[in-house]
């Protein structure tokens, strides 16, 4: 009988104790510890942080019985213990409390846990206090899981106290450079890099480990991982969902493989949604449901970006961020909406959707935000557009594209116009489940939007404040539709005028191209 899943579980004691499938990274962590220094590790939600620092909490700790069987457990010193310090940020209630309070408060139970009775009155003053007690007799070791998560929580809420709550950790974590004599073992993580350079600017010693090729792995799981330790729940899903093996494992991949955090490494699974995935025995959105940040589509499409792949980006684009000039590109890789692809001859890295589980809600999302779309409402209104192509119904089709965009926000629309329209265009189109491809090069140009359905292609072609006749003559000008009569299909060519004015479509036209 199989193990029984981690839903939901970071903690590494829990998951050994109730003997939950583990898959086992404790290679990796000997590899990080065999060198002792302070370390940072960038990482998305729910990737497997907080498992990590639980990992290595139970190291230091001399927990011998939990690692049992593991690879780790022969090779390590176990008389070899240290006082840990396990801080998550997350979870210290610094909405409610305030994060000096929150801090505080933390550290006070911290130190009673250790016997510790405080002399100090600031949160800095006593993580300091708290080290230099621990470390009377052996080296300290601190795990900080969630570093940035003061920070985050307020993007696109409140800039000022963001930025209050940066300058605060920054004190805070100044600590660790001053008692740094003290520390046998520093590792911070967070999902983002946007606030490094502010907060651990005086930390010249902490290596980071985001993007180190020897790391790249250490959290999610490799393909090999994956067929290695869940070979029987692989076995009931393909008969759940009445698919061969291999055809499980290639929709598998497809859904939730992808992430690469380093452009020569292999490229991992987010642990949560193959733990669901194995769960529910169906394909849907997990990890994406489980809470996206508002402001981070908000940029996306305060600056028009919705064609990721387009945007070649500069290593210093992932970590140099100011709280009030955020690199929305660099951030959603660091969040894990996009992910390396490749890096060119140039130094420069090429990002895009890591699999169909971001992609096709991450379109859904901007979707709504570029139409001003009701949240959950852009997925029923594509489909409903793909539905009536397939039954050859344009002018129906037409009839929902001029009230989607109608609903466009006219205060952002009025700046951009041309932007948001095909943007709108874009994330319509390439959303379908059908045969589709937006904005499509050819030796003649670049047409606006291909669907092929079982029994015609649609040519789309869009103008702006012009005539859906000089549509069709653009489509007939670069012969376009040459390219699929192979296919033995009618080529249907559409043209739609778009009217910046009235803030929809205006006029459409259609006819079979021969």
């Known amino acids: 009988m199989a193990k029984k899943l981690p839903l939901g579980l970071q903690d590494f004691r829990k998951i050994r104790e109730l003997d939950l499938v583990y898959i086992d990274k404790t290679q990796h962590i000997f590899d990080l510890v065999s060198a002792p220094s302070a370390y940072f590790l960038s ?20 927990s ?74 052996k080296k ?15 993007l696109g809420k409140d ?11 920054k004190s805070f974590f100044s600590v660790l450079k001053e008692m740094d004599a003290n520390l046998e073992f520093v590792l911070i993580t967070g999902v983002s890099k946007f606030s490094k350079v502010g907060i651990f600017s005086g ?26 330790n869940f070979a029987e729940y692989i076995d009931d899903c393909a008969q759940a969902l009445k698919l061969s093996r291999p055809e499980l494992m290639e929709k598998m991949r497809w859904w939730y493989n992808g992430y690469r955090f380093e452009e020569n490494a292999e490229t991992v699974y987010n642990p949560v949604s193959i733990n669901s995935f194995f769960n529910f025995k169906k394909f849907k959105n997990f990890w994406f449901a489980t809470g996206t940040p508002k402001f981070l589509v908000d940029i996306l499409r305060q600056q028009g970006l919705y064609r990721f792949e387009l945007e070649p980006q500069s290593e210093e684009s992932f970590d140099a961020f100011e709280l009030d000039n955020l690199n929305p590109l660099g951030l959603s890789y660091q969040a894990g909406y996009l992910t390396i692809k490749s ?17 096709i809600s991450m379109k859904a999302s901007l979707l709504e935000s570029y139409t001003g779309l009701i949240h959950g409402n852009g997925a029923p209104v594509v489909f409903k557009i793909e539905t009536l192509l397939r039954q050859q119904n344009v002018e129906e089709v037409i009839k929902i594209l001029t009230g989607l965009f109608k609903s466009i926000p006219y205060q952002e629309y009025e700046k951009y116009p041309e932007k948001f329209y095909h943007a709108a265009v874009h994330l319509i189109f390439s959303y379908m489940g059908l045969s589709v491809y937006s904005e499509v090069p050819n030796s003649s140009g670049r047409l606006d939007a291909l669907v092929e359905t079982g029994n015609n292609i649609y040519i789309f072609e869009f103008k702006l404040d ?49």
């Open 203 to 228: 930390l010249n010693n902490l290596t980071d480990l985001t993007m180190h090729p020897a790391f790249a792995t250490m959290l999610g799981f490799t393909q090999k991982e994956l067929e290695d």
């Open 140 to 154: 300290v070791v601190v795990l900080i899981d969630e570093y940035d998560s003061p920070i985050i929580h307020y």
């Open 43 to 62: 990482r998305p939600r729910r990737f497997g942080k907080s498992i990590t620092l639980s990992i290595l909490n139970e190291l230091y700790r001399g």
């Open 466 to 514: 012009q005539s859906a006749d000089l549509a069709l003559q653009q489509i007939r000008k670069k012969a376009y539709y040459e390219a699929f009569w192979h296919k033995n299909k009618p080529v249907i060519g559409v043209g739609i005028n778009f009217s910046s004015q009235n803030r929809t479509i205006d006029e459409w036209k259609m006819e079979e191209m021969a």
């Open 343 to 359: 890096r060119d001859e140039f130094g420069f890295y090429h990002l895009d959707y890591p699999n169909h589980e971001v992609e």
């Open 64 to 137: 011998k019985a939990l690692f049992a069987g593991l690879w780790i457990e022969s090779r390590w010193d176990w008389e070899k213990t240290h006082p840990v310090i396990h801080l998550s940020l997350r979870d210290i209630n610094f909405e409610r409390l305030g994060l000096e309070k929150a801090l505080l408060k933390r550290i006070l139970e911290t130190s009673h846990s250790f016997g510790v009775k405080q002399e100090e009155d600031t949160a800095q003053e006593q993580f300091r206090f708290l080290i230099r007690e621990l470390g009377k007799e």
């Open 159 to 169: 800039l000022d106290q963001a930025t209050e709550n940066r300058d605060n950790l």
